[in-house]
């Protein structure tokens, strides 16, 4: 079944900057459109950012555009998204996610297990 | 405040069946397909319903979707304690060329 793992999360001071990866396996990554959404505890799923399977195209949140950078390197398997400068309201367990299809407006459809971010002084 | 409306909470017994609607109130997801989460906290999310009413393999047929105009509902029916779970909709918004989510509905199996 298709494995995508999560790593990069930690404690980060405000204002600071993080790259999170996602580790892809068992399906062919390079066909897929990827995505990552991240959950405050207790609150909603909330939209980050996506990348088409070319990586040609992205897209963000308003809430992160400016600051946060998405890519993906095909010939590694690997989904980055560099964070910076980092805000208290982005802690959150940010998840990796697999499109139904190459385009991003296809629908989640794996989620990773989730790596989480803190921001704090 | 999620731009798709769903009811914090809906409960049932066994065997019930149970729906979970998904407004979009007047928003611009217009004709997008809306598609169904299910997390249990800890866990990865699972995708249990795309495209508005299509069931991926491995999901129960208990589990169905449909999408009337605006709104959209999932039906579980013959309610298990697995089902106990946070469930969310989820649809691309062209206004905001982002996917948007619900605010969540918590399914207490009672």
């Known amino acids: 079944e298709v494995e995508l793992l999560e790593s990069g999360g930690t404690l980060v001071q405000p204002g600071g900057s993080l790259r999170l990866s996602c580790a892809a396996s068992?399906?062919?990554?390079?066909?897929?459109?990827l995505s990552w959404v991240r959950q405050v505890p207790g609150r909603a799923l909330e939209w980050v950012s996506s990348?088409?399977?070319?990586?040609?195209?992205?897209q963000y949140a308003a809430s992160v555009k400016g600051r946060f950078t998405v890519s993906r390197d095909n010939s590694k398997d690997t989904m980055y998204l560099q964070m910076n400068p980092l805000r208290t309201d982005d802690t959150a367990v940010y998840y990796c996610?697999?499109?139904?299809?190459?385009?991003?407006?296809?629908?989640?459809?794996?989620w990773g297990q989730g790596t989480l971010v803190t921001v704090s002084p | 405040q999620s731009v798709l409306t769903q009811p914090p909470s809906a409960s049932g017994t066994p065997g019930q069946r149970v729906t979970i609607s998904c407004s979009d109130g007047?928003?611009?997801?217009?004709?997008?397909?809306v598609h169904w989460y299910q997390h249990i906290p800890g866990t990865a999310p699972k995708l249990v319903i795309y495209?508005?009413?299509q069931r991926p393999s491995g999901v129960p047929d208990r589990f169905s979707g449909s999408r009337p105009g605006g709104s959209a509902s999932l039906a579980i029916s013959g309610l298990q304690s697995e089902d106990e779970a946070d469930y969310y909709c989820?649809?691309?918004?062209?206004?905001?060329?982002?996917?948007?989510f619900g605010g969540g509905t918590k399914l207490t199996v009672l």
């Open positions: 007047g928003s611009s997801i217009g004709s997008s397909s």
């Open positions: 990348v088409t399977a070319s990586g040609r195209t992205t």
């Open positions: 989820a649809a691309w918004d062209d206004s905001l060329n982002g996917w948007v």
């Open positions: 495209t508005n009413d």
């Open positions: 996610v697999k499109h139904l299809y190459s385009g991003t407006y296809s629908g989640f459809h794996y």
């Open positions: 068992k399906f062919p990554f390079s066909n897929y459109a």
